[in-house]
C-alpha cells in the first residue's frame, strides 16, 4: 500500500526516494527511507505534529532539521516500529556579518565656505565604491544658482580631492554666469544643467555665451519661468557661459541728421534687468531708468552742432556689455565754418599781398628805366 502528499498535516513531502508513494515493506520487514518534509510557514513555533504509521511502515529516528529561507526542512528515517512526535522550531538564523564599506578619502574633505550650504551635495560618508561613480553631484550657493553634473564623476580622483578644498578658485559662479576651469579640473567636464534664479527675460530672447561667442549647439534644453525667475539650460560640456543683454536699436533711432537738438533713443533688451547708458560724445547723456515687460525702451538726449557720436551700452546681470554705435548731425558746425573763414581771409591776404607786390615791382622797373646811367650806377 502506498501513501499520498495528503497523508502528511501541516506539512508537506517535498523529496522522497519512491516519487509519489511510500515503499511497499513486507509484513515483519524492516525498511529505512530518508525523507524531506516541509513544515508548512503558518505553523507556529512550539506546534506538535505527530507523524504515525503511514502504509506499512512508521517514523522513526534519527531526525535532524535544516532551515531552507523562511521554513525547516526535516529528515526521517522509517523503520518498521514505534512512532515519532516533533516540536515545529523557529527558523535558526545565523547573522551574516555585513562588512563595513570603506570610506571614500574625499569624504573627509571640507568644501569652501561659498559652497559649504544645502544646494552642494553633501559628501560627507560616502563611499569608495559610490565616490568612482558618483551621480548626481551638484554644486552650487545659497541663492539657489547652481551646476547639476548630468553625468557621474570621479571623486577618487586625486586630483579632485587635492582640489576640493579650493573649489572656488575653479569654479565661479553668480548672476547669470557660471565658470568652470576644465582644465584644471577635467574630471568636471561633463554634460551638466545650469540653473539661475533671480532672473527676469523676454521669453525668446533669452541669449547664452560660450567664452563671449554665441553658444549655439552647446548650449540645450534652455527654460525659462517667468514666475519663478528661474532659468535653466544643459551645456555639453564647460568653459565659461553667461547671459547676454541682447541689446537691439530700432532703425529709427538710427538717423544720420537731425533738425532738432533733442532726439528720442527707443531700442530692446532680452534681459530685463540690464543697465542701459547712453552717451553722446563720449559723455554720460542718461541712464535709462525704466525697461518695459517686452523690452522696450526710449530716452531723449540732446544733441551739440555738428557731428554727434551716440553710443548705447546694455550691461547684463553677468556683467556682459553690449555696444551700439552710430552718427548723427545737428545743424552747421560753427567751428568748421569759423575754421574755413580763417582760412579764406588768409588766402585773401596772401592774394592782395600778391597784387600789391607785383604792381609795387612793376612800378619800380618802370622808375629805373626812366633814370640816367649815372643814376642808376648810383643805385
Known amino acids: 500500500m502506498g501513501s499520498s502528499l495528503g497523508d502528511f498535516p501541516f506539512c508537506s513531502i517535498v523529496a522522497y ?6 515503499p511497499r515493506v513486507s509484513s515483519g520487514g524492516t525498511i529505512t527511507i530518508t525523507l524531506k518534509l ?26 535532524t532539521y535544516t532551515q531552507r529561507g523562511d521554513a525547516i526542512y526535516t529528515e ?14 523557529s527558523p535558526v538564523t545565523t547573522p551574516v556579518p555585513t562588512p563595513t564599506p570603506e570610506p571614500a578619502a574625499i569624504a573627509g574633505k571640507t568644501l569652501p565656505a561659498i559652497f559649504n550650504n544645502e544646494k552642494t551635495t553633501n559628501l560627507a560618508g560616502i563611499t569608495v565604491e559610490q565616490a568612482a561613480n558618483f551621480k548626481n553631484f551638484t554644486v552650487g550657493l545659497t541663492s539657489g544658482i547652481r551646476v547639476q553634473f548630468l553625468e557621474p564623476i570621479d571623486l577618487t580622483s586625486e586630483n579632485v580631492i587635492n582640489k576640493i578644498a579650493n573649489f572656488d578658485e575653479f569654479i565661479q ?10 582644465d584644471s579640473l577635467p574630471e568636471l567636464n561633463k554634460k551638466a544643467r545650469i540653473i539661475f534664479t533671480g532672473m527676469s527675460f523676454v521669453k525668446g530672447r533669452i541669449v547664452v555665451l560660450r567664452n563671449g561667442e554665441y553658444a549655439g549647439s552647446y548650449v540645450s534644453n534652455v527654460a525659462y519661468d517667468p514666475v519663478m525667475q528661474m532659468l535653466s539650460f544643459e551645456v555639453a560640456g564647460f568653459s565659461k557661459y553667461e547671459i547676454a543683454p541682447d541689446l537691439q536699436i530700432l532703425e529709427e533711432s538710427r538717423i544720420s541728421e537731425s533738425e532738432n537738438e533733442e532726439i528720442t533713443i527707443k531700442g530692446s533688451v532680452g534681459d530685463l534687468k ?3 547708458v547712453i552717451y553722446a560724445n563720449e559723455e554720460e547723456a542718461v541712464k535709462v531708468e525704466n525697461i518695459n515687460t517686452d523690452g522696450s525702451f526710449e530716452a531723449k538726449i540732446a544733441l551739440k552742432k555738428g557731428i554727434n557720436t551716440i553710443k548705447v551700452s546694455a550691461t547684463s ?3 556682459y556689455e553690449e555696444i551700439e554705435t552710430f552718427d548723427i548731425k545737428y545743424g552747421n558746425d560753427t567751428s568748421v565754418v569759423f575754421v574755413i573763414l580763417i582760412i579764406a581771409v588768409v588766402i585773401c591776404i596772401l592774394i592782395g599781398a600778391g597784387i600789391v607786390g607785383f604792381f609795387y615791382m612793376k612800378k619800380k622797373r618802370k622808375s629805373v628805366g626812366k633814370q640816367t646811367p649815372q643814376q642808376q650806377q648810383t643805385l
Open 317 to 319: 546681470v553677468s556683467g
Open 173 to 182: 559662479m553668480g548672476p547669470g554666469y557660471v565658470s568652470v576651469n576644465s
Open 274 to 276: 540690464a543697465n542701459i
Open 17 to 22: 526516494d519512491t516519487p509519489g508513494q511510500w
Open 38 to 63: 516541509k513544515i508548512g510557514s503558518g505553523v507556529a513555533p512550539g506546534t506538535k505534529v505527530v507523524f504515525g504509521p503511514v502504509g506499512c511502515g512508521i517514523l522513526s529516528d534519527p531526525i
Open 76 to 89: 526521517l528515517g522509517v523503520a518498521q516500529s514505534g512512532s515519532r512526535t516533533i516540536v515545529v522550531q
